[in-house]
């Protein structure tokens, strides 16, 4: 399984390699964007807050997408509005 994770923050994409899950790891919303235009990938690990271009703003440029590749939302943020909003742009629940 080819997994991205878009996230910003390095403690994640240890935790992930530690527990011996090969990721592509990229920390800029922009940046993800390209990877998935460039390849394959089974699942996306997205963080909200990101430099380039916001989570939230990517999510709903790749649910746009013909066939989106699956992708779940991996967040410190706790707000229930948070919550809604990416379940409202076809995060997987
Ligand atoms: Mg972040």
Redesign the pocket.
């Known amino acids: 399984m080819r997994v991205l994770l878009v996230?910003?923050?390095v403690i994640v994409a240890q935790a992930l390699q530690e527990a011996s899950y090969v990721v592509d790891w990229v920390e800029n919303g922009e940046v993800s964007l390209s990877v998935l235009a460039s390849q394959h990938c089974d699942i996306v690990l997205l963080?909200?807050?990101?430099p380039g271009k916001d989570g939230l703003e990517v999510l709903k440029t790749i649910s746009n997408q013909e066939n989106p590749v699956p992708l779940l939302i991996v967040?410190a943020r706790d707000d229930v509005n948070d919550c809604i909003r990416g379940l409202d742009r076809d995060a997987d629940d």
């Open positions: 996230e910003d923050d963080d909200l807050g990101l967040t």
